[in-house]
């Protein structure tokens, strides 16, 4: 949420019910994003579950997973 201005993302469908999430932030400064669904997400870098109220520092990608509530 907020100002997405200079944030790009990508959402594909991972063949399994879940989606793989890229982000990245182009800014010269962090921006604090809020990724929202219902369902739980995981870091697959650092493979971790993972808080979907971030702050996204810039030129360092995020690669999620997110697995919607059945």
């Known amino acids: 949420t ?3 201005e200079g944030i790009f993302f990508r959402v594909v469908p991972e063949g399994n019910g879940n989606y793989l999430v890229n982000l990245v ?6 921006r604090r994003i809020q990724l929202e669904g219902k369902g739980s ?4 870098i650092g493979e971790h579950p993972f808080n979907p109220q971030l702050t996204l520092e810039p030129l360092k990608p995020q690669l999620l997973r997110f697995s ?3």
């Open 68 to 70: 919607p509530e059945k």
């Open 41 to 44: 997400w995981f870091d697959l």
């Open 25 to 30: 932030n182009y800014n010269f400064k962090p």
């Open 2 to 4: 907020g100002d997405r």
